[in-house]
């Protein structure tokens, strides 16, 4: 019985069925090399480069406009501690603010995952919230925001520094921001 080969991106797998060979090809078009494909136990893991792919492909970012208003509203006020934007008296205020602001919103498939908002002074630019929904959380989304949200921003601003306003510092910390003080309420 001859050992069946291991399928690799470079060659066909083959497969014998009822005393026939067939020969299998699949084709995936990526926007980064193998190198940067996800490892699992330190080797390469294809069905975790497929997802990271996949995902890729059914996410988009977009700059913020009023169509997406009752959706992200939605979204914010399934979470208690987002309250401060959605309650009464205060959902009107953050409307107008999300369209003033340098505001950009995530899709996965249709449906909005999140959101990003930045305010520009002149002096320097604040993000002041990023919210990815519990259930697309640690799939990149808050990534994929901050990445748009800073390439438009040097785009339009190249001199500014950008600042994070978070009471989330570990999830900052962890994708490389530097610390540079804090923030207290008065």
Known sequence: MQAQQTPSPMRPARSRRNGKTFTMRASIVVSKSVRNAPQSLGHFCPLLWVRQVLRNLMSNTFRYDKTYESELIALLKKEPEWNSFTRTGA????????????????????????????LVDGFGIYVSELYVAPAFRNNGYGKELLKELLKELKQDHPDQVVYVLSDEDLYYEKIGCKRVGSVFQL
């Not at 009107?92 to 919103?105: E, H, M, N, P, R």
């Open 91 to 118: 959902i009107d205020v953050f409307k107008s603010a999300l369209l003033s602001s340098q505001t950009y919103i995530c899709k996965s498939q249709s449906e909005v995952c999140g959101y990003i908002r930045a």
